[in-house]
T-cell receptor, first 114, second 113 residues
Framework: EPEVTQTPSHQVTQMGQEVILRCVPISNHLYFYWYRQILGQKVEFLVSFYNNEISEKSEIFDDQFSVERPDGSNFTLKIRSTKLEDSAMYFC????????????FGDGTRLSIL | AQSVTQLDSQVPVFEEAPVELRCNYSSSVSVYLFWYVQYPNQGLQLLLKYLSGSTLVKGINGFEAEFNKSQTSFHLRKPSVHISDTAEYFCAVRVSGNTPLVFGKGTRLSVIA
């Protein structure tokens, strides 16, 4: 079964540095999402992306964050200047043309800010 | 806006016993309902979904859930659990179309031998 793949599985970064998290959604999917899960807390929505633009974003997704689909296969989340509180598990998800189908999640990237 | 409440943060249960994980939601419009499971160090895997139709939905690994509109609940059940069911279980809702999922805080199911 096709999968959403995320790299790296674990990223350690110094505070203030930029980080890029990468995702390869399922190939025929059209809608893409990023969520995060701070340790011990619930999974929270960050941003959704369709047709090469952001379709919705949460309050968490401030100017430090950006998303891009640079080459038609990868879907990236960039954090420009990381803070300690950005430490979390970041999940990528995608859905097919039928938007009512469930979102398929990757295994996540654990981001640790030192 | 939608919200999800998972009343139990942890549920210990003996192997081969039945289990019910509770989920209640609030929404002013019709919602789609999901249960996801997260095994240690892994991502979120879809267990089952309710989009429309029969209110009793069956998922993978022997789990099922019942949508109760009057009680705004979507409790997850399994008649006999295995050690391998030990994981975190998340209830989630969304409205139709390309809208984000709203998750509950999760319930950690621990199956004891």
């Amino acid at each position: 079964e096709p999968e959403v793949t995320q790299t790296p599985s674990h990223q350690v970064t110094q505070m203030g540095q930029e980080v890029i998290l990468r995702c390869v959604p399922i190939s025929n999917h059209l809608y893409f999402y990023w969520y995060r899960q701070i340790l011990g807390q619930k999974v929270e929505f960050l941003v959704s992306f369709y047709n090469n633009e952001i379709s919705e974003k949460s309050e968490i997704f401030d100017d430090q964050f950006s998303v891009e689909r640079p080459d038609g296969s990868n879907f990236t989340l960039k954090i420009r200047s990381t803070k300690l509180e950005d430490s979390a598990m970041y999940f990528c998800a995608s859905t097919p043309r039928d938007r009512n189908q469930p979102q398929h999640f990757g295994d996540g990237t654990r981001l640790s800010i030192l | 806006a939608q919200s999800v409440t998972q009343l139990d943060s942890q549920v210990p249960v003996f192997e081969e016993a039945p289990v019910e994980l509770r989920c209640n939601y609030s929404s002013s419009v019709s919602v789609y309902l999901f249960w996801y499971v997260q095994y240690p160090n892994q991502g979120l895997q879809l267990l089952l979904k309710y989009l429309s139709g029969s209110t009793l939905v069956k998922g993978i690994n022997g789990f099922e859930a019942e949508f109760n509109k009057s009680q705004t609940s979507f409790h997850l059940r399994k008649p006999s659990v295995h050690i391998s069911d030990t994981a975190e279980y998340f209830c989630a809702v969304r409205v139709s179309g390309n809208t984000p999922l709203v998750f509950g805080k999760g319930t950690r199911l621990s199956v004891i031998a």
